[in-house]
T-cell receptor, first 112, second 114 residues
């Protein structure tokens, strides 16, 4: 099993640009989660999907952030327009129904 | 709302010794799961161990074991025979049995001294 796959691993972009982060969950997992990790705020849940349907997006910081899961094997997190304060490590995780979450390697985003 | 507290921002242990990381949580639910995750410098979040609240027996995974005290809402992690590769941030996490949103603690940075 390849585990959760995220791309890109690193992203450097200028303020105002659109950023798209991608995630492929572990095959057979029903749930997918997007997290953001910063030194100041720790690990924050942004949004999670169950069976491709968004269940809780209360952690999405503002309208600049959006997430989609068009099918069971792919999800995107988009930031448009990006701002320097969005700089963080973004993790995707997947889970079999109701149990432990398996994390991807993360995407380090730097917005200058 | 559930809260998870890790009161030790940093800990250190001598190689081959034993160390215990503390975690307390607050919940009114009876059905839940608790986890410890490890995050080494590579940033990868790795599941170390899990505990179901309905199980009285403490979980064990090789050198890692937990002391689960449900009444006290305490969930500590013991690492025996510490190795240099154990150096990492350790996060305690809580998940409700009926809801998949995980609450993480703020983490404990473990240093292993050769």
């Amino acid at each position: 099993d390849a585990g959760v796959i995220q791309s890109p691993r690193h992203e450097v972009t200028e303020m105002g640009q659109e950023v798209t982060l991608r995630c492929k969950p572990i095959s057979g997992h029903n749930s997918l989660f997007w997290y953001r990790q910063t030194m100041m705020r720790g690990l924050e849940l942004l949004i999670y999907f169950n069976n491709n349907v968004p269940i809780d997006d209360s952690g999405m910081p503002e309208d600049r952030f959006s997430a989609k899961m068009p099918n069971a094997s792919f999800s995107t997190l988009k930031i448009q327009p990006s701002e320097p304060r969005d700089s963080a490590v973004y993790f995707c995780a997947s889970s079999p129904q109701g149990n432990e979450q398996y994390f991807g390697p993360g995407t380090r985003l730097t917005v200058t | 709302a559930q809260t998870v507290t890790q009161s030790q921002p940093e800990m250190s242990v001598q190689e081959a010794e034993t160390v215990t990381l503390s975690c307390t949580y607050d919940t009114s639910e009876s059905d839940y799961y608790l986890f410890w995750y490890k995050q080494p410098p590579s940033r990868q979040m790795i599941l170390v161990i899990r505990q179901e609240a309905y199980k009285q027996q403490n979980a064990t995974e090789n050198r890692f074991s937990v002391n689960f005290q449900k009444a006290a809402k305490s969930f500590s992690l013991k690492i025996s025979d510490s190795q240099l590769g154990d150096a990492a941030m350790y996060f305690c996490a809580y998940i409700s049995g009926g809801y998949q949103k995980v609450t993480f603690g703020t983490g404990t940075k473990l240093q292993v001294i050769p």
